[in-house]
């Protein structure tokens, strides 16, 4: 049973970071790709980041630049590295472990960026 733990959320000023985790286990990590989820308070769940199993990444615009996302392969951790967070980073987290035919999901982790 795959199981995704993600962690790292918590309250920071705007123009702080956060470096958020995503704990696999139950299962090799390698040939998995991870994809980074938010949804703010009364919005629909956005796409963030993604990284292949290759390390291949992409960005949603509005984080390009700020995070950056990776993998640990020999942790079966992947990571999200937020800097220069903004109020309008403020959401819940959510990390998607994929591959053929696979997908799983953990819980979220909240992030809140406020004064």
């Known amino acids: 049973q795959v199981q995704v733990v993600e962690s790292g959320g918590d309250l920071v000023q705007p123009g702080g970071s956060l470096r958020l985790s995503c704990l696999v286990s139950?299962?090799?990590?390698?040939?998995?790709?991870m994809i980074w989820y938010r949804q703010a308070p009364g919005k629909q769940r956005e796409w963030v980041a993604s990284?292949?199993?290759?390390?291949?990444?992409n960005y949603k615009n509005s984080v390009e630049g700020r995070f950056t996302v990776s993998t640990d392969n020999t942790k079966n951790t992947g990571y999200l590295q937020m800097d220069s967070l903004e109020p309008e980073d403020t959401a819940l987290y959510s990390c998607?472990?994929?591959?053929?035919?696979?997908?799983?999901w953990g819980r979220g982790t909240q992030v809140t960026v406020s004064a």
């Open positions: 998607n472990v994929v591959a053929p035919g696979q997908s799983y």
């Open positions: 139950g299962s090799g990590f390698s040939g998995y790709g």
């Open positions: 990284i292949t199993p290759s390390g291949t990444t």
